[in-house]
């Protein structure tokens, strides 16, 4: 997924650019959400696609998708039922999104920021041994962008995705390349949680340049040391703001913050 993509939200199955996509966003979010809730079962498809203005074979398509992310389940005789969310594929990027969108609920914040803080230190500490000098101009880059960014969230997020990502790329491993689709999605909702926190977003800048600087000394643990400040202060900060909205943030004890 493109970080021109992401920054908007965008999914691997775009809603915007193909049917098959739309009608995945369509019934995935509905799951997400709890309007089909566990249990429930899907139309044939000949009824759920005159339902939805798309053929069969679009609904035949969109179902096998949904039943690839966890979201639904399909046997012999007993048809299509929607399953519960122990079976979601919380790894899938469109599962994240949907769940951003439908409402960041404390659990699901809580689980995000555990994500990050699992991998992105580990990740920081590895780049800090192999990042080119093309790697760190393209990061020197991202830093400049969100300086001149300074506190508008909405223009912070797209240099500072283009930072952690450069991060990632800078480990050149092929494993942990296949989890970009989603350390890029845990990265944006991250970052979308905390528009709306009071402290703004410059004061970021710092621990930002503190990653830039250990990874460009070589210095794994400095690195590893300086994400993990990094991430502790994101959460932080969307704690800071769903607070602002009225929703009850997770500390990193995973006790609820309440508004």
Known sequence: ????????????LDSSRSLLGRVVHTVGRKIVGGELPPGAVMPVEAEWGAQMGVSRTVMREATKVL????????????GTRVRGAEFWNRLDPDVLAWQMAVAPRETFVREIFEFRRTI??????????RVTPEQLDGMARALDGMTEAGDDGRQFIG?????HLGILNAVDNGMIRSLSGVIETALTISMYLSLDNPRGQ??????????????????????????LRLVDDAEDDAAKAMKTRGVGGTGRNGKSRKG
């Open 1 to 12: 997924m493109a970080a021109s993509e992401a920054r908007g939200m965008g999914r691997p």
């Open 67 to 78: 039943i690839s992310k966890g979201l639904v389940e399909s046997r012999p005789k007993t």
């Open 120 to 129: 992105e230190p580990s990740v920081a500490a590895l780049a800090a041994t």
């Open 159 to 163: 240099p500072d995705l283009d930072f």
């Open 202 to 227: 410059r004061h970021s800048l710092p621990l930002h340049r503190a990653v830039y600087d250990a990874i460009r000394a070589g210095e794994p643990e400095g690195a590893r040391s300086a994400m």
